[in-house]
């Protein structure tokens, strides 16, 4: 079995390729009517064909499970029994943010939850983090229960976020995290502030960054979108893509694979009359 280039989260051996579940389970970034789309047409037998690409590549991670997205769990668990591979689990979930002991047991219980599937690697949904961080003292609240509960499970903690400011922060404090979520493109999409700002704090970073909407959603080629990523990334850093067919899975994995190796890509280009010429 073929292995993609690998990096380390904690003890935990982790491809550097991860994939995405957005044009999984319908959150395009794009339009309510191409969310609808995805939703209808992505079935457990197309996430596990998708899914089978990665896996059998060693692109054995995804990014986004949940145990309430049934069709996608029963697709990893397919694609798994079909290549013989483990699928690596990095999940995201939302938590409730309201103070008091009631949130903090619900808290708890989504936690047993995303355990309870097997999930390795789990950070707080951008909605969570981004809601706990004080700008005023540079830190991240709900800390000190939310890391230690995570370790209890057997799961590595770390913090998704759109913010750069985060992984800064998390650093100052010395948190006991594993890994940080941070949006990284060419065009900047959904990102807070400028592209090499966010460049300079990925490369400062005591921990490895997985890096998350590289094509910023569809509106970068996969070529320029992943020259970028992978050219402006430390060895050590993580790049996550979601794709809709296995077709797609395969170019982004060759289209990676060149960039990583510095060749040309052995792709079938797309054929259209204006090309006819060449």
């Known amino acids: 079995m073929s292995d993609f280039p690998r990096t380390q989260i904690e003890g935990l051996s982790v491809p550097r390729l991860i994939a995405g579940t957005n044009w999984f389970l319908g959150f395009s970034h794009q339009t309510r009517a191409r969310d609808k789309f995805i939703k209808s047409y992505q079935s ?11 896996l059998a590549a060693g692109c054995n991670a995804v990014y986004g499970g949940n145990p ?66 004080d700008r005023r003292t540079r830190t991240i609240r709900e800390m000190d229960w939310f890391i230690p509960a995570v370790r209890e499970r057997g799961m ?24 940080y979520i941070q949006i990284y493109n060419a065009t900047g999409f959904l990102m807070q502030i400028e592209i090499d700002w966010v460049h300079r704090m990925i490369w400062q970073r005591k921990k490895p960054v997985i890096t998350i909407k590289p094509l910023a959603a569809g509106r970068l080629p996969p070529l320029v979108g ?43 280009l797309q054929r259209t009359r204006s090309k006819a010429s060449m």
């Open 226 to 268: 992943l020259a970028f990523s992978f050219a402006t990334i430390r060895e050590c850093d993580m790049v996550t893509i979601g794709c809709m067919t296995p077709d797609e899975a395969k170019e982004v994995i060759e289209i990676s694979l060149s960039q990583l190796e510095r060749r040309e890509s052995d792709l079938e």
């Open 44 to 54: 457990r037998e197309r996430l596990a064909d998708i899914l089978e690409v990665f």
């Open 68 to 133: 309430d997205a049934t069709e996608l769990e029963n697709a990893i668990r397919d694609a798994e029994d079909r290549t013989g591979r483990e699928c690596i689990r990095i999940c995201i979930p939302s938590l409730n943010t309201a103070d008091g002991q009631e949130a903090r047991d619900e808290n708890l219980r989504t936690l047993d939850a995303f355990a309870g599937i097997g999930t390795q690697i789990l950070m707080p949904h951008q909605c969570t983090t981004d809601a706990y961080v």
């Open 156 to 179: 590595i903690p770390g913090l998704s976020t759109h913010m750069a400011e985060v992984p800064v922060y998390a650093d100052e404090m010395d948190l006991d995290v594993g890994t």
